[in-house]
């Protein structure tokens, strides 16, 4: 079994930053030998990928909405992965999901992600 609890969501104005947290737990799987990556699901839409990470991160995607804006990182000796989030936009607010892998690479699909977080509110307003 492998927990992940995101953390750092909030509610902030257009044009400011965020820093998504996820943090891995349980026995099941070694942290730093899989991909993660973060989903997100605007209300009223369905989830949609966001940015990915392999396992020793010299592999990053990004969805065309938030490249340029985003950075994905990890830190394997923490369990914990990361996405800092700039120039945010109101159309950036969704619930925010930490995946954990199936495999060292998985990309951006997510049909290649077997276990995820709860979410983490992220809104976007004036």
């Known amino acids: 079994q492998v927990q992940l609890v995101e953390s750092g969501g909030g509610w902030v104005q257009p044009g400011g930053s965020l820093r998504l947290s996820c943090v891995a737990s349980?026995?099941?799987?070694?942290?730093?030998?899989?991909?993660m990556a973060w989903f997100r699901q605007p209300p009223g839409k369905e989830r949609e990928f966001v940015a990915a990470?392999?396992?020793?991160?010299?592999?990053?995607y990004y969805a065309d909405s938030v490249k340029g804006r985003s950075t994905i990182s990890r830190d394997n000796a923490k369990d914990t992965l990361y996405l800092q989030m700039n120039s945010l936009r109101p159309d950036d607010t969704a619930v925010y999901y930490c995946?954990?892998?199936?495999?060292?690479?998985?990309?951006?699909?997510?049909?290649?992600?077997?276990?995820w977080g709860q979410g983490t509110q992220v809104t976007v307003s004036s």
């Open positions: 995946a954990h892998g199936i495999s060292t690479n998985p990309g951006p699909h997510a049909t290649l992600y077997d276990y």
């Open positions: 349980g026995s099941e799987r070694t942290f730093g030998h899989y991909g």
């Open positions: 990470i392999s396992w020793n991160a010299d592999t990053t």
